[in-house]
């Protein structure tokens, strides 16, 4: 059976989450910053669980701005039609999860054959903070600055072009600019300088107190090939680990990324799939 979320759902939410953070950080991370089934900002997320007797056997959750996750480790097909009903009338506009659960979400909602703007199955990395490997240099990380803002949408945007092939409209810049701003207000963004020029940046997607997802990691053409963006990371998670956070999990776009983070101790846990939709839908209409 699948239903919304309770207040009373809670404990057991979190139990079933927290074995399996590091495949469901988005999710877990979302809780922790704006509670269950909050509105009001485009992270924050409605929660459905799939539970028979008492126990919670998957999550699936829907952002404000139309992002779909899920942990389902045990899929069960026979939930699509319930899944259907239950997210009538969500925004989508995206998808993401372990590659084989977010495969079996995509499809119980009759999303399989919709039109896509981009699509990634990217190798899935965790670190234990405690095995980071610290890239030598000169470079420093700072916190950006008000004064740094349209540089790093600049940054932001250039990144979306790249890695999911967005095209540079108003509406992709305004998209640019809300992930940044975001990330720089909740102080989870980060630029490397050299000399005190900003040569990279790194961000972290989504954090708890214990474990980060690193991502928004970008260093301009002509700065590339000097290992910045392995520092900038180092230098992030070296911080956040004198905070108290004990591991770090990310997905990497290419093999030089891949090498990159290798480099600073980042292993392969798995594969992670993300979807962007060619259009937003509302489910229900098209499934």
Request: net charge negative; charged share 20%.
């Amino acid at each position: 059976m699948i239903r919304k979320a309770t207040p009373q759902d809670l404990p057991a939410l979190l139990a079933f989450l927290q074995p399996r953070v590091a495949t469901s950080l988005f999710l877990s991370g979302n809780l922790h910053d704006h509670g269950l089934n909050a509105t009001g900002h485009r992270t924050a997320t409605q929660f459905w669980i799939a539970a028979a007797g008492g126990d919670i056997q998957a999550v699936f959750g829907s952002s404000e701005a139309g992002y779909l996750m899920c942990e389902a480790p045990d899929f069960d097909p026979d939930w699509s039609a319930d899944l259907r009903r239950a997210m009538t009338g969500r925004k989508a506009i995206g998808l993401s999860g372990e590659v084989g659960q977010a495969v079996a979400f995509r499809t119980a909602l009759g999303l399989g054959d919709h039109p896509v703007s981009f699509e990634d199955v990217e190798p899935h990395f965790l670190l234990n903070l405690d095995d980071l490997v610290m890239p030598d240099g000169a470079t420093i990380l700072r916190a950006p600055t008000d004064t740094d803002l349209p540089k790093i949408v600049a940054w932001r945007l250039a990144y979306d072009r790249e890695v999911f092939g967005e095209e540079n409209t108003a509406d992709n810049r305004y998209k640019s600019e809300q992930r940044v701003s975001g990330l720089v207000q909740n102080g989870r963004l980060r630029l490397l300088t050299h000399e005190n020029t900003p040569v990279a940046m790194t961000g972290f997607n989504a954090a708890l107190p214990e474990i980060v997802q690193i991502g928004s990691v970008y260093t301009p053409p002509e700065f590339r090939g000097q290992g910045h963006a392995r520092r900038a990371v180092a230098l992030h998670l070296a911080e956040a680990r004198n905070q108290g956070v004990k591991s770090a999990v990310l997905f990497a776009a290419g093999p030089a990324a891949v090498r990159a983070y290798q480099s600073i101790g980042f292993t392969q846990i798995g594969e992670y799939a993300q979807v962007a939709f060619a259009n937003p839908l509302i489910l229900g209409d098209s499934a």
